[in-house]
């Protein structure tokens, strides 16, 4: 048998190595367009930071590795330019010795990746304008800012974007970033993203959002960038971070099917419309694990799953990939954001119905030094609560509450299900009530009909009623909410007679515990119409674009120690 892997890095490279561990006669040859067949993409902005300083480190193996270890014939910078289904070969250029030849395939697996956008706008061909997709940009970007480079733009909010940012200002550069949405980070929902942004700023990022850049001039060496606002900025060098696209060009001239994302479409064992042609990787469409819908989501854990998924198959094995859910994690200086599943946008863009709830637990015990407020957020079916995703923003503990949660997704769990997680605990790690379990009593609760919320996007246009404030009076001074009254839940019981039980009652406090103590309350002594806002004041102005309990800031409200009720009281 003899297999031919066009592309290398996650999936290609996954694919060889299988079939070769599952069938050691089988011919395997691998063909790469550019010089390097494996290394990690998603540690070149760290290159370019220094945060990795040997570049030796970003390259997992080499062809001669390949072949001694595994009997691979790995060709580097042959680029594959055809393929001829009927005679079962392609057409290969050899970019060194600059010639052209076929090579016959019994099996054939595409594995060609994304290409980064770049959008046919005026002066997009300056040469200090790159993009970072492999090693050789990565050189390029770092040699530019090796020879001394002071400003960079970065054009895209996404993860790249807020990475490459993140890394040029490690460097001491100047840095702006141009984002046309108003948030950073797509995949979070806008209020989610709030405290990185302030973060960013804060670390000397400057962020212009909802600006659309419009064309690049040249200005004496360096790049001016014009927006759509009518203003500009001067810059060193810039960096397109403005998303990919399926490289599906060869996919699509050999007649393979492509589907409506302009990815190529697969089965479940990752062969294309033709059955001795597989894909795998960024540039094959996959379903979408919540909302089922087919989608492109470029990430290298599942494609170094979906190449091995190919070689299981080619092998006589019967192995099936059935979804991605997008888990993914960002760095962004201090801070770490990131999810799993479906966004609130993406729900409600499809019209699915769900709830959700914001828990703003503490990384590890709180009385532990070194440990942050974070931002948690958890969608879920609204009638038998089974989760549907969850994003997490925070400084410490972030990364292991977003794969809790990709877990949980992934099995079908519902939010009954995490009341009785049990997890890791010791006062430097987590809590005896883990954020993850908290959201899962809180999420129960409302599904049990024991709490009834309300949300900061309510406000002020579905809130007629009393609006109660149960923090303290010091807190209340501080910052509150317009129309509030304030009666602190400490006496909250004999002051009853003060509220009007003909109007419903929309209470708050700071993240939402004590709120929820004066909801019970108040149910409990005859108040018909009461709800608790979600997330408390944390979340509400995180809405409105203020940030309350970013690391490093002032708080705008005097913090309350809502954690020793919690670890009094007990669960929510």
């Not at 590795?65 to 594959?80: D, F, G, M, S």
């Not at 600059?98 to 990746?113: D, N, T």
């Not at 797509?186 to 990185?196: F, G, N, S, T």
């Not at 990430?299 to 190449?307: F, H, S, V």
């Amino acid at each position: 048998m003899k297999v031919v892997v066009v592309g290398g890095v996650a999936a290609g490279m996954s694919a060889a190595a299988r079939l070769r561990r599952l069938n050691e006669d089988a011919e395997i040859v691998v063909f790469e367009r550019d010089e390097y067949v494996s290394f990690a993409n998603c540690g070149l902005p760290y290159h370019i930071g220094g945060e990795i300083a040997d570049r030796e480190k970003l390259l997992v193996v080499t062809p001669e590795r390949l072949e001694r270890q595994l009997n691979i014939a790995v060709h580097t910078c042959h680029e594959v330019t055809g393929i001829d289904r009927e005679r079962r070969v392609i057409h290969v250029f050899d970019r060194r010795g600059k010639r052209s030849f076929e090579e016959s395939w019994g099996k054939l697996i595409l594995a060609q990746g994304a290409v980064p956008l770049r959008p046919p706008l005026p002066g997009i061909d300056h040469p200090k304008i790159f993009t970072l997709r492999n090693i050789p940009d990565m050189d390029a970007i770092k040699r530019t800012v090796d020879n001394g480079a002071k400003s960079a733009v970065v054009i895209g909010g996404g993860y790249v974007g807020v990475e490459v940012a993140e890394a040029f200002q490690h460097r001491g550069m100047n840095v702006c970033l141009i984002e046309l949405l108003e948030e950073i980070l797509p995949p979070l929902d806008h209020e989610m993203d709030r405290a990185l942004i302030h973060h960013m700023e804060r670390q000397g990022v400057s962020l212009m959002l909802g600006q659309r850049a419009e064309s690049f001039h040249d200005a004496n060496g360096q790049v001016e960038v014009r927006l759509g606002s009518g203003t500009s900025v001067r810059c060193d060098l810039a960096v397109l971070a403005m998303g990919v696209r399926s490289e599906s060009s060869l996919a699509r001239e050999a007649g393979l099917a492509i589907g409506e994302r302009g990815g190529l479409v697969v089965d479940e064992h990752m062969r294309t419309s033709d059955p001795d042609i597989y894909a795998a990787g960024d540039m094959v469409e996959v379903t979408d694990t919540v909302t089922r819908d087919q989608a492109i989501i470029a990430l290298a854990g599942p494609a170094n799953r979906q190449g091995r998924i190919a070689a299981d198959h080619i092998c006589g094995r019967p192995t099936a990939y059935t979804s991605t859910q997008g888990t993914s994690v960002v760095k962004v200086f201090e801070m770490t954001a990131g999810g799993t599943g479906a966004s609130e946008k993406t729900l409600k863009r499809k019209g699915m119905p769900y709830e959700k709830v914001y828990i703003h637990g503490n990384g590890h015990a709180s009385y532990y030094p070194g440990t942050n407020p974070m931002h948690l957020k958890v969608l879920f079916a609204p009638g038998d609560g089974m989760i549907l995703g969850a994003q997490v923003a925070g400084v410490d503990g972030v990364d292991k509450r977003i794969d809790v949660m990709a877990v949980a997704l992934r099995a079908g769990m519902s939010v009954f299900d995490l009341e009785h997680l049990e997890l890791a605990y010791a006062p430097p790690y987590g809590s005896a009530k883990d954020p993850v379990n908290m959201a899962g009593f809180v999420a129960a609760n409302i599904l049990r009909g024991d709490l009834e919320q309300w949300h900061a996007e309510d406000y002020p246009a579905r809130t007629e009623g009393t609006i109660l404030d149960v923090r303290t009076p010091q807190e209340f001074d501080e910052w509150h909410i317009e129309e509030a009254i304030n009666l602190p839940l400490t006496e909250l019981r004999q002051r009853l007679g003060e509220l009007d039980r003909n109007q419903a009652i929309y209470v708050y406090c700071k993240s939402g515990f004590r709120g929820y103590l004066a909801y019970r309350i108040l149910k409990q002594r005859g108040f018909s119409t009461v709800r608790n806002l979600s997330g408390g004041l944390q979340t509400f102005l995180l809405h409105r674009h203020v940030c309350m309990g970013c690391p490093e800031t002032e708080n705008p409200l005097i913090t309350y120690a809502e954690d020793r009720h919690v670890t009094a009281d007990g669960s929510a």
